[in-house]
Every structure is written in C-alpha cells, then in structure tokens.
C-alpha cells in the first residue's frame, strides 16, 4: 500500500498550503497517521501527528506547532495538513505515513516549495 500525497507547490513567504494524503487500505483507520517531510541534503522528519480517531490529541514538532494542523477524515481514508504563515525554511518534500514506524511503502510525497 502506497500513499497518495497531493497539494504542495510554490508559495511565498506567510502564505498557506493544504496536503492531502489518500490510503487505500482498510486498516487505515487503527493508525496513528503522521506527516513527515524531507529538506533537500537532510533526512526524513515527522512534524506531525493524529491519533485514530482524531480529536485533540494531535502532536507537532516545535517548528511546525502553532502553523500547522493535521486532521483526518476515516471514511475518506484521508489525512489533512493545513499550514499557515509558511516561511522558507518548510522548503521540503512531504510524505504522510503511519506515525513513528512506517508501514506503508513511501509514497512520491507532494513537493512544497517556499521563496519570495
């Protein structure tokens, strides 16, 4: 099972970006989801995550939290991230996977690019 990323592009400085990310698996449902993203020359991080049922129990990273907003809809099999007041430096690849150990097969990820 792959996942489908979409939703990334080319912003400027402060301007907003909504991901989406589709998984055609059935169990999808069970799994705390996360949203991870990759910065050219540097590794893969996860900056955000919702537990099964969503609710308030979302988590992000310290440069993310405050910006960022990850959600969830179960009969769409669709996680969401909703980020705000984007600055250069969330210049990445960004990929959505089971949080912490990754179970599915990487997907092609959405690129999202910030300049002025």
């Known amino acids: 099972v792959q996942p489908v990323e979409s939703g990334g592009g080319s912003v400027q400085p402060g301007g907003s970006l909504r991901l989406s990310c589709v998984i055609s698996?059935?169990?999808?449902?069970?799994?705390?989801m996360g949203w991870y993203r990759q910065a050219p020359g540097k590794g893969r991080d996860l900056v955000a995550t919702v537990p099964e049922n969503g609710g308030d129990a979302e988590d992000y990273s310290l440069d993310v939290k405050g910006r960022f907003t990850i959600s969830r809809n179960n009969a769409k099999n669709t996680v969401y991230l909703q980020m705000n007041n984007l600055t250069p430096e969330d210049t990445a690849v960004y990929y959505c996977n089971t949080a912490g150990v990754a179970i599915y097969t990487w997907g092609q990820g959405t690129q999202v690019t910030v300049s002025s």
């Open positions: 698996d059935n169990s999808f449902s069970f799994y705390t």
